[in-house]
């Protein structure tokens, strides 16, 4: 769950501030939250999936079916790519087999993966322990620097372990990228008005992205 904290001056928000001002802070809320639960669905969505569900089960990379089965899976998820743009860029690490699953393409080698999308901050093996063989249930990391095909990007990223509730046994990751800009914009709609900062912040207080100021 998030919530957004305007940063800037908010008493004289609350007090001094238009009825239309006061419309747009609260249209923004409702629209990243709307944002938050469509992507719950999506996530859930994957999570039913029966291939996705066959393959989260398999125990070994050796088994002869085993590329067919990653091919067809990656074309029973490609569809999801067009439900929401907001959601195009994901994978699933499936963690028994170590192998990563998007719409694009199966990485048996999933450092072969993270060579095409890098994030600044994280080396490879702190990514993969982090993002893939963790348990996390709704999770965002904060925006943060990824190149991604060799073009930089401001990415969100979303995590959610499957079967859900399942923290000691994941079988598999959900990962969505985010890009930064979605919601940045949304924020810039208040930010703008008062020439100040819009903040997102998870559950814990963490800061997950911000507007026009540096995190």
């Known amino acids: ?13 609350k007090e001094n501030a238009t009825e239309n001002s006061k419309k747009l802070l ?4 409702d629209i990243i939250d ?10 859930y969505e994957l999570s039913l999936n029966p291939d996705i569900k066959q393959l989260m089960y398999r125990k070994s990379n050796t088994d002869k079916n085993i590329p067919y089965d990653n091919y067809k899976k990656r074309n029973s998820i490609k569809q999801y790519q067009h439900a929401n743009t907001l959601f195009q860029n994901f994978y699933i690490y499936f963690n028994q087999i170590d192998t990563i699953v998007s719409p694009e393409s199966v ?5 072969d993966f993270f060579k095409n999308h890098t994030y600044a901050a994280l080396n490879y093996n702190d ?5 893939n063989q963790s348990y996390l249930s709704r999770h965002y990391f904060p925006s ?3 190149m991604i095909n060799n073009k930089p990007e401001s990415i969100i990223t979303y995590v959610q372990s499957i079967p859900f509730n399942s923290t000691k046994n994941q079988q598999a990751n959900i ?5 930064e800009g979605a919601i940045t914009t949304l ?3 208040i930010s703008s008005q008062y020439d100040g900062s819009a903040i997102v912040f998870d559950e814990e207080g963490k800061i997950i992205v911000s507007d026009n100021i540096d995190i």
Do not use: P
């Not at 609260?26 to 809320?29: D, E, G, L, P, Y």
């Open 127 to 131: 990514w993969k322990r982090e993002f």
């Open 34 to 43: 709307q944002k938050n639960e469509e992507l719950e669905t999506f996530v």
């Open 175 to 179: 990962v969505v990228m985010i890009q």
């Open 144 to 146: 943060s620097k990824v």
């Open 1 to 13: 769950a998030s919530f957004i904290v305007y940063q800037v001056s908010i008493h004289e928000i």
């Open 26 to 29: 609260n249209q923004t809320k």
């Open 187 to 189: 924020l810039n709609r």
């Open 107 to 111: 990485y048996v080698r999933t450092n």
